[in-house]
């Protein structure tokens, strides 16, 4: 019994220091946060001039700012000019992409194409591609699967200069058209969540559809799909948020097509362009708050999507 308790105080303890150590991770994020949506309500000569870093705004001051004046000013002025830029396609020969003043609205619907579409397009390729290596025995499909977990386990490096040329040579840089088909693979992870669940899946509905006469296609539309709707959602969820924050491919593959992750990685580099006129440390936090707010809204409503358990098939126990 004795050794028993002293285990019980172990763990306990263990417990203790860890909840510690994420209370005490979860306060860092939501101070900063907190912090950037107060100083994002702020004058310039507020936070600059007079010094007032960490208290709440001063309405002598700041009471444009206190009604979201910093906000509209980012919707309003913000844009990005991108330059003219001039490759050479082995299919199509010289290819010219005109610059242009892309706003703020042209920075929402680029990153809906790019977060929601290339994310929901990645997810539905990935599920195909676990659906038919779990349920169709064939020699390709374990071909596939080994080949996919190589890739995972063994990543290759420096594919981007190579997938930069390809763009190019097919006349896709920098292009809507390029941006959906540069996520249509079944590379990553998901693919053995998805295998996973379609291996779990009992083979009932297939056979009962195909002894009706169901053909492939409907079965797949019509039975697997609604099943694996929650984990659809769910992996399609996932790779918006990471989409949705992410500057480096737009900014690599699509320099002509900026996100919003893309204008905040530009607006704290170019501090000193007169072209956005948000040159003011304020207003560039009001310009990360409104990237950083969505994503806080989504995870707090959806965190039960995100972090709760999938349902592995249809069938009861």
């Not at 063994?154 to 809507?176: C, D, E, F, H, M």
């Not at 790779?239 to 593959?253: C, R, V």
Request: hydrophobic fraction near 50%.
């Amino acid at each position: 019994m004795s050794k028993i308790k002293r285990k019980n105080r172990k763990i306990n303890f263990f417990t203790i220091c860890i909840c510690v150590i994420l209370a005490l991770y979860s306060v860092s994020i939501i101070s900063v946060l907190i912090w950037a949506l107060i100083t994002s309500l702020k004058a310039s000569v507020d936070f600059g001039i007079l010094g007032n870093v960490l208290g709440f705004p001063d309405l002598k001051y700041s009471a444009d700012e206190v009604r979201l004046a910093n906000y509209f000013r980012i919707f309003s002025k913000f844009t990005i000019v991108t330059g003219n830029a001039t490759y050479f396609s082995d299919l199509f020969g010289r290819i010219v992409i005109p610059g242009q003043r892309v706003d703020f609205f042209g920075l929402i619907f680029n990153t809906i194409i790019y977060a929601v579409v290339c994310s929901f397009v990645h997810s539905f390729a990935t599920m195909v591609a676990g659906y038919l290596c779990a349920k169709f025995k064939y020699k390709f499909s374990g071909f596939v699967y080994n080949l996919l977990l190589i890739v995972m386990i063994i990543p290759i490096i420096g594919t981007g200069p190579a997938t930069l040329v390809l763009l190019r040579n097919l006349g896709l840089y920098s292009t809507y058209a390029g941006m959906i088909i540069l996520n249509l693979n079944c590379t990553g992870m998901y693919f053995f969540v998805y295998y996973a669940f379609m291996k779990g899946l009992s083979d009932t509905y297939i056979e009962a559809a195909e002894i009706d006469g169901a053909s492939q296609l409907t079965i797949f539309f019509k039975i697997i799909v609604p099943l694996s709707s929650k984990i659809l959602f769910t992996v399609v969820l996932i790779a918006f948020i990471g989409s949705w924050n992410d500057y480096q491919t737009p900014l690599l593959y699509y320099p002509d097509k900026p996100t919003l992750a893309y204008g905040i990685y530009y607006m704290s580099n170019n501090t000193s362009d007169a072209t956005y006129e948000t040159s003011q440390l304020t207003q560039r936090v009001a310009g990360c708050m409104i990237l950083a707010l969505p994503m806080v809204l989504l995870f707090t409503l959806c965190q039960d999507i995100i972090l709760g358990n999938l349902s592995m098939g249809g069938l009861k126990e």
